[in-house]
């Protein structure tokens, strides 16, 4: 599975728009982008995923380059209760196992 | 939504005692369950791969005697640490597979786990 390369941290003022990138390079073409957060002391919680189109649900919207070499999370109106690690992952499927990197720690501030 | 509970959520207890931690799928049904270990300012480490009705599949480094995963049923796997150590005391996170290739896992909230 391709590895991900995110900065460690990030801030953010609440009620702002929060963009976490992600680099993964060596992507391949049948793999997804999946983006998971952990709030401290608790299981990972999925927020969203892509193969290469534009993604949005209710929590979040995903950005993809073009050549899926790099993608953006949007939190459109980030809140004290989004801080958070923020995992980005590529992996083929459900049923692989998912490689975790370090993440980025984002702390929305008031 | 599906829902993955994890059972009991924090225990303690002495060294040399085994400890066993529960993972369901509330509401669907997962062939396939993962067993991850996270150390403090650490990322999520996979332990092994459980797989119903066969044997778990372990990651290098992760001594099978020493984890005991079963996973009997459809809704539930279990992981045992058996004579465990201070060294074993950590957050241990259960997952399952999601329906559909591309659907992603479903996580329990965590097992903080003290061997004192």
Known sequence: DAKTTQPPSMDCAEGRAANLPCNH?????????YWYRQIHSQGPQYIIHGLKNNETNEMASLIITEDRKSSTLILP???LRDTAVYYCIVNAGNNRKLIWGLGTSLAVNP | ???????PSWVICKSGTSVKIECRSLDFQATTMFWYRQFPKQSLMLMAT???????TYEQGVEKDKFLINHASLTLSTLTVTSAHPEDSSFYICSAEGQG????????????LSIL
């Open chain 1, 77 to 79: 109106h980030a809140t």
């Open chain 2, 50 to 56: 459980s797989n119903e009705g066969s044997k778990a």
């Open chain 1, 25 to 33: 390079s060596t992507i391949s073409g049948n793999e997804y982008v």
């Open chain 2, 101 to 112: 290739w591309d659907q992603p896992q479903h996580f329990g909230d965590g097992t903080r």
């Open chain 2, 1 to 7: 939504g599906a829902v993955v509970s994890q059972h």
